[in-house]
């Protein structure tokens, strides 16, 4: 299996400063074929269910704030919030969807200095 | 409006049968892979498998492979998750959800149902 690795476990930023979360994986999920990483990273808010916010690694999902954007380097996936609202406090997940199973990272869950 | 509603809350005893649903609304139920995923109580996200409804093509996770059986009735838009004989370990909520683009596979999940809370416990 492919393992998705995230840091931090926890993370807790100030109102409209930037929080990054990254997101490693054990292999790389890059299809050379169409230069697509098969990483996707989710928001879950207390009692809800999952919300996708970014798709091949940096394709933002309609209707999703710019503020959130994702990003690579290899094997390293980063999940960036530039500038935080209260409305964003929530387990962020990777996942990749390039081999089954289609592992999840840890989470990583984001609150408010 | 794209939804995926799933069948209310289960209290089982172990050993006991179970298969929850996950109906699909406003899309072609049969383009779209739709898969499970699972979350035990303070945990993180699982997936189980995923099914193609056009054809019930299915995949598993190896820790889920014969644990359950994942099916669908493209007559009734509907995906189900099976299990025959439930553990108190299957405790946890469990979500279906759709693939983002119709016919391909791999994909990210766009829709989420709400969720399924099933108890297992004597």
Redesign the interface.
């Known amino acids: 299996?492919i393992v998705m690795t995230q840091s931090p476990d926890s993370l807790a930023v100030s109102l409209g400063e930037r929080a990054t979360i990254n997101c490693k994986s054990s292999q790389s999920v890059l299809y050379s074929s169409n230069n697509k990483n098969?990483l996707?990273w989710?928001q879950?808010k207390p009692g809800q269910?999952?919300?996708?916010l970014i798709?091949?690694a940096s394709t933002r999902?309609s209707g999703v704030p710019d503020r959130f954007s994702g990003s690579v380097s290899g094997t390293d996936f980063t999940l960036t919030i530039s500038s935080l609202q209260a409305e964003d406090v929530a387990?962020y997940?990777c996942?990749q969807?390039?081999l089954?199973?289609?592992?999840?990272?840890?989470?990583t869950k984001l609150e408010i200095k | 409006e794209v939804q995926l509603v799933q069948s209310g809350a289960e209290m089982k005893k172990p050993g006991e049968s179970l298969k929850i649903s996950c109906e699909g609304s406003g899309y072609t139920f049969t383009n779209y892979w739709i898969?499970w995923?699972r979350q035990m109580p303070g945990k993180?996200?699982?997936?189980m498998?995923i099914i193609y409804p056009g054809d019930s093509s299915t995949?598993y996770?190896?820790?889920f492979q014969g644990q359950v059986i994942i099916s669908a009735d493209k007559s009734i838009s509907t995906a189900y998750l099976h299990w025959s004989s439930l553990k108190a370990s299957d405790t946890a909520m469990y979500?279906c959800?759709k693939y983002?683009e119709a016919f391909i596979s791999?994909?990210?999940?766009?829709i989420?149902?709400?969720?399924t809370m099933v108890i297992v416990s004597s």
């Open positions: 299996d098969y996707a989710y879950q269910s999952p919300k996708l798709y091949w999902e387990v997940y996942q969807y390039y089954t199973p289609y592992t999840f990272g840890q989470g | 898969g995923v993180g996200l699982e997936w498998g995949r996770g190896p820790s979500y959800a983002s791999p994909d990210a999940f766009d989420w149902g709400q969720g």
